[in-house]
């Protein structure tokens, strides 16, 4: 089978189910906003040679800016690979972190293949949306959890500004004297980011 087998697929039985739960879709890429704003991207992307799809999801805080401090990228045009936290349905097939399905041999196969990540959406979604969906409540939240466990600095930055963001700047300092000590030698452009916002936290303390 082939893409356009899968995409006709996708639109007979998941896209659907996106824009029931508020996505518009541009194409491949779905995207709704939420009162904050926060911006929830679901992408379809296509390995057609290797005759497999991935469902990669984005949730970000146009807040926020960019990504890593790049330029903002307006919310109509955002796509997976523009937000802050980034996620993929994972299939399953081969590892427990496989997140391609395959467009199958057959009509059958491309169907139920499809099916398969329709039974998979709800769960896997509410799990990785859920937490990164209401601003500022949950979001102060997560930040607040975000040094208890094994982060990279690189997420870790990502809280502190959410932090800030949220107005605690008592926490935007505990994460990144948890982030510091993380940071890898040769990271010398994050290593200074952290440094920067600490120092911008304490002179607006």
Known sequence: MDRKTITSELRRQFFPLLTAAGFARTGDVLRRELDGPVVHVVEVQHRPRSAVFQINLGAHLPALGGVAG???????????????????????????????????????????????????????????????????AGFHEQARRSSDGDLHPAQLRTWVRVALLVGDRGLARRIVDV??????????????DLERLLLENEDQA
């Open 70 to 136: 790049g330029d903002a990228v307006p919310v109509a045009s955002m796509r997976e690979y523009d937000c802050a936290w980034r996620g993929s349905i994972v299939s399953g097939f081969r590892n427990s972190s496989d997140a391609e399905f395959a467009y199958g041999r057959t009509d059958a196969e491309a169907s139920e293949s499809v099916a398969f990540l329709v039974s998979e959406w709800q769960r896997q979604a509410d799990a990785f949306f859920g937490p990164l969906s209401d601003f500022p």
């Open 179 to 192: 982030a510091l000590p993380r940071v890898p030698e040769r990271a010398t452009a994050l290593r200074a």
